[in-house]
């Protein structure tokens, strides 16, 4: 940046910095809906009235994405469901950790009721790869995240997740692009924040959007 250079942050910001500006949905929204999805799914289970021992992964706790999406999980379901939050587990955002601790979590806590995953790290997996999780939440363990890509909801399709809230990456990647461009060449000024919508997976729209999402398997 002190060279000229125009710098945006997409996904997770970092607004002290200087940067241009910054594209992504809102965290804390994000945390609401999923909250409110996690409500409905309790509701619907008619759980509503029982203390649930919840587990909570996220990637570091400074991060302020990460953070937003928990605040805003914790004010959906503060009055509606009870949660007891037994655990908030850090796997240092990397898939590989996220998967250890969540094996080594459900080994030793199987009573654990409800799991809110913060960021999809652990769903690059096949379940074979989780066999507690997947013990877990065949046997009525609720699970539901932020992250939607063909693999989680591939789990989600197997019944291992209840419902997931996805980022459009997508646009955060073109018209990311487009706004850096304009900015470069022609002046022109995006908003400091650009927010990019959400995506809801549920029994309702699952098959269409395991189609949807296919070609963007990870390999």
Same mark, same amino acid.
């Given at each position: 940046m &002190? #060279? +000229?250079? /125009?710098?945006?942050? !997409?996904?997770?910001d970092s607004p002290a910095s200087g940067r241009l500006f910054h594209i992504g949905i809102n965290n804390y929204q994000a945390g609401v809906a999923i909250g409110q999805a996690l409500v409905g799914v309790i509701k619907g289970k008619q759980l509503q009235g029982q203390v649930l021992d919840t587990m909570i992964m996220t990637g570091y706790r400074e991060a302020l994405n990460l953070e937003e999406r928990i605040r805003g999980f914790?004010? /959906?379901t503060r009055d509606e469901i009870q949660l007891d939050i037994a655990a908030i587990l850090e796997n240092e955002d990397t898939v590989e950790r996220s998967i250890i601790l969540l094996e080594d979590y459900l080994k030793i806590n199987p009573e654990v009721d409800v799991i809110y995953f913060v960021g999809g790290w652990p769903f690059y997996v096949p379940s074979e790869a989780l066999p507690n999780? =997947? =013990?877990? /939440? *065949?046997?009525? +363990?609720? /699970?539901? +995240?932020? &992250?939607? !890509?063909? &693999?989680?909801?591939?789990? #989600?399709?197997?019944?291992?997740? *209840?419902?997931?809230i996805g980022q459009d990456m997508t646009t955060m990647g073109s018209l990311g692009l487009e706004l850096l461009v304009k900015y470069i060449r022609f002046g022109e000024v995006p908003p400091e924040f650009v927010e990019t919508g959400l995506e809801h997976a549920n029994e309702t729209n699952l098959d269409r959007l395991l189609e949807i999402h296919k070609p963007w398997l990870v390999k």
């Open positions: &002190d #060279q +000229g250079i /125009a710098v945006a942050t !997409f996904d997770a914790m004010d /959906a999780f =997947r =013990r877990w /939440a *065949q046997e009525g +363990g609720i /699970a539901v +995240g932020i &992250d939607l !890509f063909y &693999d989680a909801l591939l789990l #989600q399709k197997e019944g291992l997740i *209840q419902y997931l």
